[in-house]
């Protein structure tokens, strides 16, 4: 026998805050959707443990060696589907644990208004991922979650190691398609990521002359005035004056740009 969601004496349930047309409605509806085929399937490979190839080929796209594949999951294992019949003509609203705050937003909406039949919706979503969150948790099939689990596990390791290379385009209009560089490309890449700078960047160096020239003319105009050991001036007049009026003409896109001091 399918095993049935806990008794209302042993989970809480807010659903008798519905008034008797709601809950009529409700159960209604739960039950027309329990009756149909595409749901007894559904829940029939969540009591078998494993979904069939067809379903999974459905929802992702193909894995290698996914236990689904292996062994090759094509039906749904004997029993399943009388189990999952079994449990529909067993269910009992009163025995989903529901947000109070979803059940009250149904029971405020008038029957019959556009936010009736949302709610009512709503709710019915809400029941049937209950139902089927329930029946995974039994963890009862052919197939245990721990056959899943184990091969997940060998998969997220593998994925840790570092085996391959892959480049997005990241254009704008497309393709995203993620590709890997041929071994010309890839070599390229690596022969160019240890080639050494002509210029290599100094220690501590965020900005340079060399990006924004600017920064030349700031530093000759905080010499200026400033004389060496010999008494020499560090920067003559006409290396100030030139400064002067080159920083002048910086950009907003300049590090040194201050409106207030243009």
Not at 57 to 77: A, F, G, L, M
Not at 166 to 174: A, C, K
Not at 216 to 236: C, H, K, M, T, W
Request: glycine letters at 4%; aromatic letters at 8%.
């Amino acid at each position: 026998m399918a095993s049935r969601p806990s008794p209302t004496s042993e989970r809480p349930t807010y659903l008798d805050v519905l008034d008797n047309e709601h809950r009529k409605v409700l159960e209604r509806a739960v039950r027309n959707l329990l009756s149909t085929e595409v749901a007894e399937v559904i829940y029939a490979q969540i009591l078998d443990g494993l979904p069939t190839e067809k379903s999974l080929r459905d929802s992702s796209d193909y894995v290698k060696d996914h236990p689904v594949h292996s062994i090759q999951h094509t039906e749904i294992c004997p029993g399943y589907v009388e189990k999952a019949r079994e449990f529909s003509n067993q269910f009992d609203l009163l025995q989903l644990q529901i947000k109070f705050k979803t059940i009250k937003a149904f029971e405020d909406a008038l029957p019959g208004s556009e936010q009736f039949s949302l709610r009512l919706i709503e709710l019915v979503a809400v029941a049937f991922h209950e139902i089927g969150a329930h029946l995974f948790d039994l963890d009862d099939g052919a197939h245990k979650h721990k056959v899943y689990e184990e091969w997940r596990q060998t998969v997220l390791e593998e994925k840790e190691r570092c085996n391959a290379m892959w480049i997005h385009g990241d254009l704008i209009r497309g393709p995203r398609t993620l590709y890997s560089p041929t071994k010309e490309q890839f070599d390229a890449l690596t022969r160019y990521e240890r080639k050494l700078p002509p210029n290599p960047p100094q220690p501590g160096c965020v900005e340079d002359g060399m990006d924004w020239p600017e920064l030349d003319d700031r530093r000759i105009l905080l010499l200026g005035g400033f004389s060496n050991a010999q008494g020499e001036p560090y920067v003559n007049d006409d290396e100030y004056a030139a400064a002067t009026v080159r920083i002048k003409n910086i950009t907003p896109s300049s590090p040194l740009w201050r409106p207030s001091e243009i």
